[in-house]
């Protein structure tokens, strides 16, 4: 995938802009008010954020980091909004401004994220917030504020304010964007109407050669077929399968990398770690301010696993057994039938203690584990290739779905897996 290349030059200062030389796309040039964002300790942090958390513990290659993904988004989601604008920018009325916000939100949509990937907030906090409902977009949208009020960088106003939109777009929050007349500007990054936005673009590529995997998916090809069409992002109907295949390979990420057993066992394990340290340690009451949310990276691990005070030991042993791989069991798996799944609910280890049988060993809760894995094409039992219009060239004005019969018989009739894991914590 390029960086930047002769026809880029128009839109591009150079003197003003600072090279950076990425793996996956080459040559990014950061502009000047990019610049400013990024040279500050807040976003600077995303260098100690690993990518995929402690999936570098199974898959030695994954310790990318936050960092250089957001340079990526910041790259694509700027190639994007200008191929657009060189194909339809007199009708769309594309301006700097806007070029300036898309690439700004792609940058810092996750500057708010927590350590060690979603497993800091979708198992930590889930087990120790007590229903308080944390996001790790809403926190990048706090987090920019802090930014902009704490290193006085002057910024438009109204370009601040879109970015943030865009960067909790595909939250439910999305009603609450401006009224703006370039929907479509609001997809490049977080796409909250059907999926395909430059956030997965780059980490389905980079995530599959870090860990060493094949990857089928062409950026290249979407980015030359995107089209505005009543203000939504349109796609020849001909890379129907090209978007199928966005949407599969990070159904297999999901499959094989990020919810792998052992990976799991590790989380389950450190998710343990964290809630026997957090009253010692206090990092559940860091998670709204941005003041001091910033200075927690994956780093705990280290300062947990190194510290001499018997407050963080049950937490530090977990840390030892993990590093002498001496991990939670994995005993079996469940995957739920397709009949059962609208209706399906998490299975927790008061459940598994209460259905065992007689036998010499009585389990107790606290012996089991469980993991809840979902797998799906970003909307669950729901195809997303159905909430996305296509055109059928360049000279047609009509845009229309396209069923999935029409194309292959043998795609997916279903979008969602359900797995339950058991481990055991205990031999």
Known sequence: MRGCTKEDVSYLDRRFSKKVRDNVHGNIYLDPLSLKFVDTEEFQRLRDLKQLGL???????????????????????GEAVHRIKAQQGSELGIDNLDIQTVKLAGLL??????????MFEHEF????????????????????????????IDIDAECLKKAKEMVIASTEHVSHRSVNEKHF?????????NGIDVDKFDYIVRDSRACGLGCSFQIERLMDSM?????????RDKDYLTIFKLFSSRADLHRTVYTHAKVKAIELMFVDSLIKADDYLQISSKIQDPAEFWKIDDSILKT????????????????????????????NEFSVPKDKLQHFKDITPQDIVCSQ?????????????????????????????????????????EKFPVHDYRISHLLPAFCEDRIVRVYSKEP
């Open 227 to 235: 089209r505005v069409m009543g203000d939504e992002i349109c796609y």
């Open 109 to 118: 949509h996750d500057v708010g994220h927590g350590p060690f990937s979603h």
């Open 55 to 77: 999936t570098y513990m199974v898959y030695p290659g994954a310790v990318h980091s936050r960092f250089e993904h957001s340079l990526g988004v910041f790259s694509l989601a």
């Open 304 to 331: 947990i696993e190194v510290s001499h005070e018997q407050e963080l030991k049950e937490a530090r042993d977990l840390i030892l057994r993990i590093r002498k791989r001496d991990l939670y069991q994995f005993c």
């Open 357 to 397: 049988g007689n036998g010499d060993i009585t389990l107790k809760e606290e012996d089991v584990a469980v993991c809840n894995v979902k797998i799906d094409l970003t909307r669950g039992r729901s195809n997303p290739l159905e909430n996305i219009n296509f055109f059928q060239d360049f000279e047609s004005n």
């Open 125 to 152: 906090l889930h087990r120790i917030s007590h229903g308080i409902k944390w996001r790790h977009e809403d926190m990048s949208v706090r987090m920019i504020d802090h930014i902009v009020d704490f290193h006085h």
């Open 185 to 193: 500007l609001y997809d490049i990054v977080a796409n909250g109407r």
